[in-house]
């Protein structure tokens, strides 16, 4: 299911999510080349490598040659050796693999960002969608430790975002189409279309897709233990903004 809009309005304007979105649009239309080879040598010098992460060193000339995560011996080998593995991991939450990637992400965190945002406060959302990402790629690199192909793309993070909605907000409605089955729009309940979304990332184990399911999984499982850990707390504050009543079972500690 492709998702159209969610019913849950705000009352805050969603300023963090907002400048997220513009960051990685402006990133991938200003900063990341566009046709190889420079496409392909920018990714490399910038994104998060399993490899690298591991290693706590740049790829050098025989693992790129090879794709093997071996460490060579010879002197001034790195093909980056300016380059910052730790950084990597921040980079690559801004760097995408294509302009449908970067459509998908970017509007996906425009119809759930804004709630996550209203719920965890504009600083605490950032902190939660940083740590997300990071979690994300941790998740991805703890299974696939030796691999050389650069890992791109804010999906780690949202998929976070998405795990702290469902926890929060299981019963708001997305208005959804199916492509190429059912394009009439129809609404169905929130924790429906987010099972289904995480679920649906365990029907890409095994295939040779490029898509790393791994950080989805791991950064929407984090986004879904966050949330639940402060649901109490996250509740309460967009019951305030709200002006509604705490629902008491949330009043109580």
């Given at each position: ?36 080879p420079e496409s392909t040598v920018f990714v490399y010098e ?99 430790p030796d691999s050389t192909v650069p890992l791109v793309g ?100």
């Amino acid at each position: 299911m492709i998702p159209l809009r969610d019913t849950n309005p705000t009352v805050i304007r969603p300023f963090v999510n907002w400048m997220i979105i513009a960051a990685g649009i402006a990133v991938f239309f200003l900063l990341q080349p566009q046709t190889n080879p420079e496409s392909t040598v920018f990714v490399y010098e910038w994104a998060a490598i399993p490899c690298e992460l591991t290693t706590f060193d740049a790829l050098d000339v025989q693992e790129l040659e090879t794709g093997s995560c071996i460490r060579s011996d010879a002197a001034d080998s790195d093909l980056f050796p300016d380059k910052s593995v730790w950084l990597s991991v921040v980079v690559s939450m801004f760097l995408h693999g294509g302009l449908g990637h970067l459509l998908g992400n970017m509007w996906i965190l425009w119809i759930f960002g804004n709630n996550a945002e209203e719920a965890f406060g504009s600083g605490g959302f950032l902190l939660f969608y940083f740590a997300s990402g990071v979690l994300a790629t941790a998740g991805y690199v703890f299974l696939n430790p030796d691999s050389t192909v650069p890992l791109v793309g804010a999906s780690g993070a949202i998929a976070g975002v998405m795990g702290s909605y469902l926890v929060l907000f299981p019963r708001a409605r997305v208005t959804s189409i199916v492509p190429f089955l059912f394009f009439m729009p129809f609404d169905v309940p929130a924790w429906i279309y987010l099972i289904l979304w995480f679920w649906g990332q365990f029907a890409l184990v095994g295939q040779a897709g490029q898509i790393a399911w791994e950080a989805h999984v791991a950064g929407f499982v984090f986004g879904l233990v966050v949330a639940l850990a402060l649901r109490k707390r996250l509740l309460r504050r967009v019951a305030t903004l709200h002006g509604r009543a705490v629902p008491r079972r949330i009043r109580r500690r």
